[in-house]
C-alpha cells in the first residue's frame, strides 16, 4: 500500500484529458496536477528547452511526495522520457507508447494518420512506435502548430469556425491518404475532437493515448501493489503557472465537475 499522490502534468491543460481517464479508472487514488499554460506552447521549442521544462516540471511535482511520474504530454514524451527515466528512481509512465498500441488495435486498412505538435512529429517517435509493433502499417503525419495555442486560448476556440478552417488546412494532405485512424499526439487534441472529426469524416477514427495510459498507470500500481488504501478519501491538487482565473474554468469544463482550489506555481524557481 501507497498512499503517496500520482503527479501528473503537462505544458497546459491537455494533460488534464489524461488526468480525468486516471481519475476515472483509479477512483481511490490522490492526483497532483500541473499545467504549465505560463510557458506554452512546448512543442515548437528546441529538445533542448523541452527537457529543461521538464526537469523543473517534474522537481516541482517532487515536492508533493509523489509516488509516480506521469508525463501527459506527447512532446515531452518524444523528447524527454529517456532522460527522465535515467534519472529518477519513481515508475515514470509516456503516452507515446500507449497511443501506439491504441492505433494498432484500431486501424483495420493499416493506415494511420498521426497529428501533434512539430516537436512531436519530428521526432519520429509515433512512427517508431508503431511500426516496432506492426511495421506493415503505413505512416502519414502532420504537425498542427496551432491547435494548442487554440486550445490554450478558452472553449470558445474549441469548435468555432475559424478553429473548424485551420483544421481543414492542416488536415486536408491527411484525408487524401485515406487513413482509417488518426492519432491525436497531443494530450490537447482531444479538446478538439468534435472539430477535427468533422473534418475528417466518420469513417476515421480518432485515437487519444488517455484511455490506454490510464490502463497501464493502474497496472504498475497493481504490479507494485501501491494501490492507496481505498478507506481514505482522495485528493485531488491543481497547480499552473498563469492566471488562476484563466485556468480554474476551463480545467472545470474539462473534468466536468467545479474545480475552485488552484494554486499558482512559479516554476522557475524549480
Ligand atoms: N499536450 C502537449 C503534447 O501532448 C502539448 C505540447 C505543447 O505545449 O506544444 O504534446
Same mark, same amino acid.
Not at 195 to 204: A, L, W, Y
Given at each position: 500500500m501507497d498512499n503517496r499522490p500520482i503527479g501528473v502534468f503537462d505544458s497546459g491543460l491537455g494533460g488534464l484529458t489524461v488526468f480525468k481517464e486516471i481519475a476515472d479508472q483509479l477512483p481511490h487514488e490522490s492526483l497532483v496536477y500541473f499545467g504549465d499554460s505560463g510557458r506554452a506552447p512546448y512543442g515548437t521549442k528546441s529538445r533542448d528547452t523541452v527537457i529543461?521544462?521538464?526537469?523543473?516540471?517534474?522537481?516541482?511535482?517532487?515536492?508533493?511526495?509523489?509516488?509516480?511520474?506521469?508525463?501527459?504530454?506527447?512532446?515531452?514524451?518524444?523528447?524527454?522520457?529517456? /532522460?527522465?527515466?535515467?534519472?529518477?528512481?519513481?515508475?515514470i509512465i509516456e503516452v507515446i507508447g500507449a497511443g501506439a498500441v491504441a492505433a494498432v488495435a484500431e486501424t483495420r486498412n493499416k493506415k494511420v494518420g498521426i497529428i501533434g505538435t512539430p516537436a512531436t512529429v519530428n521526432s519520429?517517435?509515433?512512427?517508431?512506435?508503431?511500426?516496432?509493433?506492426?511495421?506493415?502499417?503505413?505512416?502519414?503525419?502532420?504537425?498542427c502548430p496551432l /491547435?494548442?495555442?487554440?486550445?490554450?486560448?478558452?472553449?470558445?476556440?474549441?469548435?468555432?469556425?475559424?478553429?473548424?478552417?485551420?483544421?481543414?488546412?492542416?488536415?486536408a494532405p491527411l484525408k487524401q491518404t485515406g487513413v482509417d485512424t488518426l492519432v491525436l499526439g497531443c494530450t490537447h487534441y482531444p479538446l478538439l475532437k468534435n472539430?477535427?472529426?468533422?473534418?475528417?469524416?466518420?469513417?476515421?477514427?480518432?485515437?487519444?493515448?488517455? /484511455?490506454?495510459?490510464?490502463?497501464?498507470?493502474?497496472?504498475?500500481?497493481?504490479?507494485?501493489?501501491?494501490?492507496?488504501d481505498p478507506r481514505l478519501t482522495p485528493t485531488y491538487h491543481y497547480y499552473t503557472s498563469d492566471s488562476v482565473e484563466k485556468f480554474e474554468p476551463l480545467c472545470s469544463a474539462i473534468l466536468g465537475r467545479t474545480i475552485n482550489s488552484a494554486k499558482k506555481v512559479d516554476i522557475e524557481e524549480y
Open positions: 529543461k521544462y521538464t526537469l523543473q516540471d517534474i522537481r516541482f511535482l517532487m515536492t508533493h511526495d509523489i509516488k509516480m511520474i506521469v508525463i501527459a504530454c506527447n512532446t515531452m514524451s518524444a523528447h524527454s522520457y529517456e /532522460f527522465v527515466r535515467r534519472n529518477h528512481d519513481l515508475p519520429g517517435a509515433y512512427q517508431k512506435a508503431i511500426n516496432k509493433l506492426d511495421d506493415s502499417i503505413e505512416i502519414y503525419q502532420k504537425a /491547435f494548442v495555442p487554440l486550445v490554450e486560448e478558452g472553449q470558445e476556440w474549441w469548435e468555432n469556425d475559424i478553429t473548424y478552417n485551420i483544421a481543414k488546412e492542416y488536415l472539430t477535427i472529426s468533422k473534418v475528417m469524416g466518420e469513417g476515421v477514427t480518432l485515437v487519444s493515448s488517455a /484511455f490506454e495510459v490510464a490502463r497501464v498507470v493502474k497496472r504498475i500500481i497493481s504490479d507494485k501493489n501501491m494501490q492507496r
